[in-house]
């Protein structure tokens, strides 16, 4: 059982780095966010720049709980009305939605593996 020290609540599952799948999907997801991030805030979207700052550091220190939170956030900026595609190139907003699809496959993956 690990607790989580912000929310002072227990959390049951394995550590992040023993996934290795999930590990590695999320610093992919990291990177490509803070590439999104960078041009959030030279292109002046600070709207878009509060939104996607929380999420590399989430994808890098989070547990999968938090990561699995900060892919739906990420997810969501894709919505059919207000979308991160309209506001930033696609060089940086497609890489940075491939890496989050990939990384919600994972955690399903591990999700449907661990289930009793």
């Not at 002072?8 to 990177?31: C, M, Q, S, V, Y």
């Not at 190139?89 to 449907?112: G, N, Q, S, Y």
């Amino acid at each position: 059982m690990a607790t989580d020290a912000s929310r002072g609540t227990a959390w049951f599952g394995p550590p992040r780095h023993e996934i290795p799948a999930i590990d590695d999907a999320a610093l992919i997801a990291a990177r490509r966010a803070v590439l999104l991030l960078e041009a959030a805030r030279s292109s002046g979207f600070t709207r878009w720049e509060a939104y996607l700052s929380p999420l590399p550091d989430r994808f890098r220190d989070g547990d999968i709980r938090d990561i699995r939170s900060a892919a739906m956030r990420a997810r969501a900026a894709y919505g059919p009305k207000d979308s991160l595609r309209d506001a930033l190139p696609a060089t940086l907003t497609e890489p940075f939605l491939d890496a989050v699809d990939r990384l919600l496959k994972a955690i399903a993956r591990h999700d449907l593996r661990s289930d009793p």
